[in-house]
């Protein structure tokens, strides 16, 4: 198992991940087709998870792939500064589409 904090954008049926090439999380996910994600809420004082667990599907990331994710997270902005010069090259893109969920 590999566990680390990560990006994400959720389209209502899928995370949309981005993860190194070659890294044990793009090794993991190839291997056993699935993968999870633990993700951490907060609203006030109230802290939740929720992890949810599925097939994943591995993808060479597209420089817009990548744009969006940074947009979400940094504004456009940040986005175009650390999108433009390049970079995805070196990452692929993890589409996780879960199964079950698990709430805390």
């Known amino acids: 198992m590999h566990a680390t904090p990560l990006w994400y ?6 995370f949309h991940l981005v993860v ?9 996910s190839v291997a056993a ?3 999870s994600i633990c993700i951490e809420s907060t609203d006030g004082d109230d802290l939740n998870f ?9 993808s060479p990331l597209t420089r817009e792939d990548r744009y969006r994710i940074w947009e979400h997270y940094r ?9 433009d010069p390049g970079g995805h090259e070196t990452k ?12 805390s």
């Open 9 to 14: 954008l959720w389209d209502g049926e899928a």
């Open 20 to 28: 190194n090439r070659d890294s044990p999380r793009h090794r993991f």
């Open 33 to 35: 087709g699935r993968a």
């Open 50 to 58: 929720v992890t949810a667990e599925g097939p994943v599907s591995v």
């Open 75 to 83: 504004g456009s902005e940040h986005a175009h500064r650390v999108v």
């Open 92 to 103: 692929v893109a993890l589409v996780l589409r879960p199964e079950s969920w698990i709430p």
